[in-house]
């Protein structure tokens, strides 16, 4: 969010356009039934006085929504003999549980490698941090993360995912899975101009869930240790109930 702030200082041009931008939902709840969603997000390139500027020439918009961040162990199996052990493992924290960005046309094309890694722009350009001491991390183990989590559709890119409606206008749909962690989002829109960030806007939204789910959660996070504990009783209660009428039928 500071990032966001001190792009809106970059130049002069930042206060002769503004980006104004809505979602069509911002407060999503996840029920068991819960199978994903689709978000869209609608904006319009804006004079300073507020009013929709003509057809756009030489501007770019960038949709970024980042989710909460969560620490992730990394580790590297190796092959010793018939079996696969763990040599080598890392840890990183922040890392976005979700991140989805959508782009006017490929991001290379829209700013430099050092303006994409400034505002972790694109999977390429995402920066996990270390906790405090630790060894940097060969790039293999983030290129891990970002592999997984790619394929649970957590990490989404779209080159081309915004698109302009007429005039200043543009639009975009962001793809929520099932299996979305839980928090509030940031939602981001930059407004590039030859290369340079003219100004941007931001937004939160709150995705949380609902009904048994929400106690179950809240009960795990709140009280682990206990919750771990009525898991494994739970299920040797289980056991021996399916070992009790097991024997009875026989």
């Known amino acids: 969010m500071v990032l966001l702030i001190l792009s809106l200082l970059f130049a002069p041009a930042a206060r002769a356009e503004e980006l104004a931008a809505g979602l069509s939902k911002d407060d999503i709840k996840i029920s068991s039934s819960f199978t994903g969603t689709d978000l869209v997000l609608f904006g319009a390139i804006e004079n300073e006085g507020g009013a929709s500027i003509g057809i756009v020439q030489d501007r770019d918009v960038v949709v970024v929504v980042r989710g909460p961040g969560t620490a992730v162990t990394v580790r590297r199996k190796e092959r010793l003999g018939p079996i696969w052990i763990n040599r080598d493992q890392r840890r990183f924290v922040g890392v976005?549980?979700?991140?989805?960005?959508?782009?006017?046309?490929?991001?290379?094309?829209?700013?430099?490698?050092?303006?994409?890694?400034?505002?972790?722009?694109?999977?390429?350009?995402?920066?996990?941090?270390?906790?405090?001491?630790?060894?940097?991390?060969?790039?293999?183990?983030?290129?891990?993360?970002?592999?997984?989590?790619?394929?649970?559709?957590?990490?989404?890119?779209?080159?081309?995912?915004?698109?302009?409606l007429s005039g200043s206008l543009f639009r975009t749909t962001i793809a929520l899975p099932s299996n979305l962690p839980s928090g509030t989002y940031d939602v981001n829109v930059y407004l590039f101009r030859k290369h340079e960030i003219v100004t941007a806007f931001g937004t939160p939204l709150r995705i949380g869930k609902t009904g048994v789910e929400r106690f179950l959660f809240k009960f795990a996070n709140d009280l682990p240790w206990v919750y771990g504990l009525l898991a494994v009783l739970l299920a040797a209660l289980a056991g021996w109930v399916s070992a009790l009428l097991f024997r009875q039928r026989q």
Request: charged share 20%; proline share 7%; aromatic share 12%.
């Open 96 to 164: 976005p549980g979700f991140y989805f960005v959508a782009s006017t046309k490929p991001l290379a094309q829209i700013a430099d490698a050092a303006t994409l890694d400034r505002y972790h722009l694109g999977l390429a350009h995402l920066d996990f941090k270390l906790p405090a001491g630790a060894v940097m991390a060969p790039v293999d183990y983030r290129n891990a993360i970002v592999r997984a989590k790619s394929r649970g559709d957590l990490y989404n890119e779209q080159p081309g995912g915004v698109q302009f």
